[in-house]
């Protein structure tokens, strides 16, 4: 039987990195006097990367289930960030768009952004970025069944 001892706590180090990064940017959105949190960020960053996109769309790309990235959205529609309009093709679905609002949130805390993810990867390579990347997919892989 294999001991306890003799396994690797990554989930803990995993969190306890997830945590810090979360409460930075919270600090940060507070600081520029932003009303978003950091999961409303993910959203609004995929669609000033490419607007218009549907609610699937946005869950696939921030690895958020659907029902999450509704809730999301509804608030961010809610706040005035963004807003659905209804395919043409499809009356089921709808595409979210930011608003002039929402653009100028993002623009607001993007430099900001850009500063904490430089300051997260402080020290490390392009090589380090790869092995964290192939690491951390594996990790993923291995729990996805």
Do not use: C
């Given at each position: 039987?294999?001991?306890?001892?003799?396994?690797?706590?990554?989930?803990?180090?995993?969190?306890?990195?997830?945590?810090i990064?979360?409460?930075?940017?919270?600090?940060?959105?507070?600081?520029?006097?932003?009303?978003?949190?950091?999961?409303q960020?993910v959203v609004?960053?995929?669609?000033?990367?490419?607007?218009?996109?549907?609610?699937?769309?946005?869950?696939?790309?921030?690895?958020?289930?659907?029902?999450?990235v509704?809730?999301?959205?509804?608030?961010?529609c809610?706040?005035?960030?963004?807003k659905?309009?209804?395919?043409?093709?499809?009356?089921r679905?709808?595409?979210?768009?930011?608003?002039?609002?929402?653009k100028k949130?993002?623009?607001?805390?993007?430099?900001?952004v850009?500063e904490?993810?430089?300051?997260?990867?402080?020290?490390?390579?392009?090589?380090?970025?790869?092995?964290f990347?192939r690491?951390?997919?594996?990790?993923f892989?291995?729990?996805?069944?």
């Open positions: 039987m294999e001991r306890v001892d003799d396994t690797k706590i990554f989930g803990t180090y995993i969190d306890r990195t997830i945590k990064i979360r409460h930075n940017y919270t600090r940060t959105f507070k600081e520029l006097q932003l009303d978003i949190t950091t999961e960020w609004l960053d995929s669609l000033y990367k490419k607007d218009g996109l549907s609610q699937n769309e946005i869950a696939n790309g921030s690895f958020k289930n659907a029902p999450t509704s809730r999301i959205i509804d608030l961010l809610k706040k005035g960030y963004t659905r309009v209804a395919s043409e093709e499809d009356r679905r709808y595409h979210i768009y930011l608003t002039a609002s929402g949130v993002y623009t607001t805390a993007l430099p900001r850009v904490l993810r430089k300051k997260g990867w402080e020290g490390l390579t392009d090589e380090d970025y790869d092995h990347l690491i951390i997919n594996r990790v892989s291995n729990f996805e069944e």
